[in-house]
């Protein structure tokens, strides 16, 4: 199940931006109760909305398979979700050495696209959007417990660049995931990279996300 991120990632020992930075959130600061409640309560409690709930959101299914038709849809999605903080993104190895000026076209599995490019630099990190205003994140999470999470890098409407340095070292300590929100604006962890760690030094990387 992709997911609702729930609560923390103290990032204090990374070289990135800190969580306050464009408005990004980790767990110490997120009320994810709240925001799985304010989410269920768009859909109304009987069997055809669910249906159409899985239809528009598979990252539910495992909550929703505990959910009685006739419980608090609510509450148990809340109760579900609080198991899963991390969810399950799709693996992925980002084509570090094949990375050049010329951005490369990366496609995603749920439709994005995503612009990478490398030059020559001093380890800059560019993350950005074009043409989208629907948010989207660089999350990491502790290896050793997935409810500490931190955004790393965040974009939402107007704020639709953000820059800091490419810390690799976090690779080995730390699940890096990039999520976007999906349906009813749910921050969905939606590919885990699994190289982190290898991405060559001396160079400054721009992912923009253009297709969502």
Same mark, same amino acid.
């Given at each position: 199940?992709?997911?609702?991120?729930? $609560?923390? =990632? @103290?990032?204090? !020992?990374?070289?990135?931006?800190? /969580?306050? *930075?464009?408005?990004?959130?980790?767990?110490?600061?997120?009320?994810?109760?709240?925001?799985?409640?304010?989410?269920?309560?768009?859909?109304?409690?009987?069997?055809?909305?669910?249906?159409?709930?899985?239809?528009?959101?598979?990252?539910?299914?495992?909550? $929703?398979? =505990? @959910?009685?038709? !006739?419980?608090?849809?609510?509450? /148990?999605? *809340?109760?579900?979700?609080?198991?899963?903080?991390?969810?399950?993104?799709?693996?992925?190895?980002?084509?570090?050495?094949?990375?050049?000026?010329?951005?490369?076209?990366?496609?995603?599995?749920?439709?994005?696209?995503?612009?990478?490019?490398?030059?020559?630099?001093?380890?800059?990190?560019?993350?950005?959007?074009?043409?989208?205003?629907?948010?989207?994140?660089?999350?990491?999470?502790?290896?050793?417990?997935?409810?500490?999470?931190?955004?790393?890098?965040?974009?939402?409407?107007?704020?639709?660049?953000?820059?800091?340095?490419?810390?690799?070292?976090?690779?080995?300590?730390?699940?890096?995931?990039?999520?976007?929100?999906?349906?009813?604006?749910?921050?969905?962890?939606?590919?885990?990279?699994?190289?982190?760690?290898?991405?060559?030094?001396?160079?400054?990387?721009?992912?923009?996300?253009?297709?969502?």
């Amino acid at each position: 199940m992709k997911n609702i991120k729930l $609560l923390v =990632v @103290v990032l204090t !020992a990374f070289s990135w931006l800190t /969580a306050e *930075a464009n408005h990004c959130v980790n767990s110490d600061q997120s009320n994810a109760g709240e925001e799985v409640a304010k989410w269920a309560n768009l859909v109304s409690k009987t069997a055809s909305n669910i249906s159409k709930l899985l239809e528009e959101a598979p990252e539910a299914e495992v909550a $929703l398979e =505990v @959910v009685e038709l !006739a419980a608090d849809t609510v509450e /148990a999605i *809340a109760e579900a979700f609080e198991e899963w903080p991390m969810g399950s993104p799709k693996p992925i190895k980002i084509p570090w050495d094949s990375l050049m000026k010329t951005p490369k076209s990366w496609q995603g599995y749920d439709g994005d696209t995503i612009f990478m490019t490398r030059k020559r630099g001093s380890g800059k990190f560019v993350f950005q959007q074009t043409f989208l205003t629907s948010w989207k994140g660089i999350v990491a999470f502790d290896k050793k417990d997935t409810n500490k999470w931190a955004e790393v890098f965040c974009l939402s409407g107007d704020d639709n660049s953000m820059t800091s340095t490419i810390n690799t070292a976090i690779g080995k300590t730390h699940y890096i995931s990039l999520s976007k929100a999906k349906a009813f604006g749910v921050h969905t962890n939606m590919y885990l990279i699994g190289n982190w760690a290898d991405a060559p030094e001396g160079y400054d990387y721009f992912f923009n996300w253009v297709k969502d």
